[in-house]
C-alpha cells in the first residue's frame, strides 16, 4: 500500500515540477521544448503545387494511351469546382461519390 502511493505522490510531484517549469519559462512552449517546423509554409505550397502538376501529367498519360483529349490544370479546376458545387446543392458536402 505504501510502495503504491509513495510511486503516485512522486508521478504526481514530477508532474507538478514540468507544469510550474512550464508555466514559468519565459520562452514559448515551442521553445522550450526545441520544435522548429520542418518546412517553411512557402515550400510547402510549392510541393503542393508540384503533386497537382505531377498527378494531372500523370492523368494526360493515361488518357493518351486511351486516346482521350488531354486536360489542362484550367479545365481540371473548372470540374473540380463544379463537383464541389453539385455536392453543396444536394446537401452532402462529403460524399465521396
Known sequence: MWF?????AILALIVGILLLVGH???????????????RSPEVEAQNEIDDVRQMLEAQ???RRRR????IDEAALRAEVEEEELERLRRG???DAD
Open 67 to 70: 486516346g482521350a483529349p488531354e
Open 92 to 94: 452532402d458536402p462529403f
Open 4 to 8: 503504491v502511493l509513495g510511486t503516485l
Open 60 to 62: 494526360n498519360a493515361m
Open 24 to 38: 514559468y519559462y519565459p520562452g514559448s512552449s515551442a521553445d522550450l521544448v526545441d520544435w522548429r517546423p520542418t
